[in-house]
Structure formats: C-alpha cells, structure tokens
C-alpha cells in the first residue's frame, strides 16, 4: 500500500517535463525583462519564452525589435502557448486580458496587485466555471513566498495576526530619513535616483500599493474577500523629520505596517498605515527596499519572513515559482473562504497625529488624548476608524501626518469605562 501510494507523488515532484513549456509573455517591463534573464540564464528550468507582446511599437527595448508583437489577444487564441504571464501595468487591460484567458481554461500567471485587488472574487468564479488557473505570488511582497505559505501552510490553521511591510520603495524612504535625519523630499528623489521608487510616486508612497496587497493577504489568510476602498490606507508624503525624531524618542521607527487581525469576535481588520515599530518586532530591522511579513498563528506561533519585495529578478523569481507550481499541477484553494468572517470597522485606532491645521483635530473628533504638545503641533489619542477612512482625502489635502501606535479597541471602550468606574 505505502509503495503505491508513494509513487505517484514521487512522479509528480521530481518528474521534468518531457518538452520545455511554452510561455506567452505579455509585458516586457521590468518583472517581464526579470523573468526573460532568469529563463535565459537557466534553461534547464523547462521553460521558454516564446512569444513577447507588448504595447508601445518602437520603444527602445534589450531585444531585437523581431521579438515583439502588438496584440496581446493573438496570444490568448495561441493554444500551442502552455501558460501565460501577463506584466503590465494597466489594471483594466489586465483584467480583460487575464478574464478572458480564464474563460478559455488557459494557465496564467499575474503580478497585478491592482487588478488582482479590485476583481479577485471574480476571477475565483471563473476558476471554479472553467477550467483555467491563475497564480500571482509576483503581486505580493516579490520573492517572499507570503501567499503560498498562506494558502498551503496556514490553510487550515487560525491566524491571530497578519503584520508586514509590504512596500520597499516607501520603506526605503523611511530608511534613509532615519539614517540621514533628512525630509521626506530628498529621500524620495535619491529613492528614484536608484530605480526604488517611480517617477509618479504616489502609488507607493500613499499606501495603494501595499492595500492592494494586504487585500489579497485578507483571502488567503482569512479566506476575507475584502473591498479596498473600506481599507484604510495612510501613506507618508505629509511625514517630516520632526515625525523620524518623534519615533527615536520612544525608541522606535516609523515603518508603513499592512496590518491584518481577528478580533475576539472572530470578525477581521485591515489597515494599512504608518506605524511605530519597535525593536522588539521582526520589522524594526526590516530596512532599506526589503519586505517582511509576521505570521502569527494560533498553534505554530510566530512565524517571519524577510526578502527582496521588488524589483525585476526577485519578482521575475516568484513568476517562475508559479510557473513550476502551474506544471505541477498547483492551484489556489481558498480553504477558508468557506467560512469568511466579517469584516469590522467599528474600532478605535490610537494614532499620532501632526497638524498645523486645527480643523482637522475636529475633523477627526479623538474620543480620547493622551498626549498634545502645541510647540511640535502634535496630539496623540483614539480616534474612529470609520473617521479615518470617510477623511483620509482631506488628510492627503492638508498634509496631515499620521501614525498609528499599533493600539485597536471597539467604539464606545472608554466611554463605557468610565461610566464603569463611575
């Protein structure tokens, strides 16, 4: 019996494909170039780009110009193509592209966190109607293997907590105003200076980038299919040296935290905001353009992970995981999307808040202040989560800088306190 059992999964690990596998490859990017040098320098992987398409005719590229072509649906109609990777950056296109592939069966593979994000429920529904297999370790966190220890490992195991820096170009800013003591300004052009950081920065630096990919966190560590915009998102581009130097006093670091808990109810949360970071978490010395991500389970506790979260040859390494898994015959379950919780907002978030604009103390109406120091024009205290998200465009608009200290309670906590000590 053992011996039966043991030879077909000996086949399906260590047997090679008998023909290399046929990639299309719709994007040549950075991730596209990344995975194209990989495949290029190891052959031996089983696979070969084929066919390239991409958008702008004549754009000056590391291939010779024979390479590309145009239309990316001739690809999708290519049934002589064993899998396709889709690499752009336009969420729509994605979207139609990567649906219609699913329609028709085919294999794909995606690093698209912002399409991923907006249509993730639907592209599930058109795995479970056809035939087809979409994998996109390559969304999250680059070469950190996040999502398959989610789904693989963790899936059938409650998740207490879900904490990480999931952007390296924000937190690289981060990084060098700590280490140089400078402003926000300088850090980010040295960041784009070395290819960390877009010329349109306002993706990462506003946390869109890493609520995209804590939402597609929240489906495998909670099987939460959440909507991002009831996602609070808070990024840096209001932070100053005074906020760096604020956080070394209380020996800490300021760090874009994605941040995912159950609470005691069992329903979950989601908020993706600068926060304190000290040195007795695993991301205080996560530095510079890398990631890391806290699991924190119920039974295997504390697990960390730590990588490269971009650029071509980390993210191009994570396709080409996918690529392996596909020929594997590997799928996303979703094991707990069976039993999704309910999402909660009606927390209490204790945060750091510097303003020089008073409205926006009011604004937020703190039902609780712990610390205010006029001279700094700062206030510490709690204030609604519902708050946070209906006013996040007016913070943005008059530079308010935020800071979340990590503390959550229910609405009406210290209301209800007080009336108890009464």
Known sequence: MSTNLAAPVASVVAAPAAQPWRVGLIGFGCVGQGLYDILQQRPETGFTISRIAVKTPGKARTLPAERFEFDADALLS??????????????????????????????????N???????????????????????????????????????????????????????GSSNYVLTRMGE?????????????????????????????????????????????????????????????????????????????????????????????????????SPLYSVDHEFNGVVIEADFAGEQFLRGRGAGGHPTGSAVLADLAALRQGFAYQYPKAAEAPAYASDLEVEIYLRTDEDRIIDLLDFSEISEEADEDEYVVGYVALANLIRHRDTLRKYGAFIVRTGQLRPVGEAVAAALEQA
């Open 180 to 280: 140089a003591g400078s402003d926000y300004a300088p850090a980010l052009v040295e960041a784009q200076q070395l290819g960390f950081a877009e010329t349109d920065p306002s993706l990462d630096m506003g946390a869109f980038d890493p609520r995209s990919k804590a939402v597609l966190l929240a489906a495998h560590a909670y099987g939460a299919f959440l909507n991002p915009d009831e996602v609070l998102n808070l990024g840096i581009e209001g932070i100053s040296a005074v906020d760096i130097a604020f956080a070394a006093s209380q020996g800490q670091k300021i760090k874009v935290v994605a941040g995912l808990q159950r609470l005691p109810d069992g329903r979950v949360t989601a908020l993706v905001t600068p926060q304190l970071v000290g040195p007795e």
């Open 78 to 111: 290519d049934d002589s193509l064993d899998v396709l990777v889709e690499v752009i950056d336009d969420a729509d296109t994605a979207f139609r592209l990567v649906s219609e592939a699913l329609r028709r069966g085919r294999r794909v593979v995606t690093a």
């Open 113 to 167: 966190k912002a399409m991923l994000a907006r249509h993730l429920p639907a592209l599930v529904q058109l795995q479970r109607e056809g035939q087809g297999t979409l994998l996109y370790e390559a969304a999250v966190c680059g070469s950190i293997p996040v999502i398959r220890t989610l789904d693989a490992y963790f899936g059938t195991e409650p998740l207490r907590r879900l904490t990480g820096i999931l952007n």
